[in-house]
């Protein structure tokens, strides 16, 4: 009974000491220069497929929906197993976020050939031409940015973002996003957008209350509303 007692008070301890972040990105105009899907002539290894959605999609969500956030640190991490897929000409999502340690698969949606690889320095690889229905995966065992692209078809890009850790996420089309679980502390929570860039911050953690984080892109835009 005491080794179950003291097991329980340790369970009781860490979730106590677990906090949260609530927060937001303000985004106020355009960032992304969006593509333009070539025609289908160029992408007739096979059947032709629809062109890709979204051009009629708002581009304030847009940009929204490309803002990952992460606590900076390798302290703790719960590698997952995530999908890109290749549909309708393009890469779904265009922004994956995952832990370091974690495996993404690729698999082909699209009745012609597609091609995955990358150049980026966290992970560089070359998966090759396959075809609809067929797959690839690829372990990303090094944080950091990792661009991908596909070999026959240019205007396709994806951006995998692997965080240090368990603790990350994408903002939703609101803007708002949460980061719950991580111990109490101090840490910089960073804020990565394809186009913008980098963002910091410094936030303190502390147990039963949640901290509360805006981020404003780009920066030029908050200089501007501080000073109203």
């Known amino acids: 009974m005491r080794m179950v007692g003291m097991l329980l008070a340790i369970v009781v301890l ?11 990105v303000v985004i106020t105009r355009k960032l992304t220069k969006r593509k333009v899907t070539a025609p289908a ?24 929906e490309r803002v990952v956030i992460y606590l900076e640190g390798q302290f703790s991490s719960s590698p997952i197993t995530a999908t890109l897929e290749q549909k309708n000409r393009r890469f779904i999502p265009e922004t994956l976020v995952v832990p370091v340690g974690s495996t993404v698969s690729f698999p082909n949606l699209d009745p012609v050939f597609h ?11 070359d998966l090759g031409n396959y075809a609809k229905d067929h797959s690839r995966t690829v372990t990303f065992p090094k944080p950091g940015i990792v661009f991908v692209h596909c070999h026959l078809h240019p205007n396709m890009a994806a951006a995998i973002v692997v965080s240090p850790n368990q603790w990350s996420t994408k903002a939703d089309a609101a ?3 949460a980061i719950s679980g991580a111990p109490s502390g101090s840490y910089t929570i960073v804020a990565w957008h394809k186009s913008a860039g980098f963002f910091r911050q410094a936030v303190h953690l502390t147990e039963n209350r949640a901290a509360a984080v805006e981020f404003v892109i780009p920066v030029e835009e908050a200089t501007a509303l501080a000073r109203r």
């Open 115 to 125: 091609n995955v690889f990358s150049l980026s320095k966290p992970k560089s690889f």
């Open 41 to 64: 002539s160029s992408y007739e290894r096979g059947m032709a497929v629809e062109l890709a959605p979204g051009a009629d999609e708002d581009p304030l969500v847009f940009e929204r």
């Open 175 to 177: 803007g708002r996003f």
């Open 14 to 24: 860490s979730t106590a000491q677990a906090a949260d972040i609530e927060g937001s």
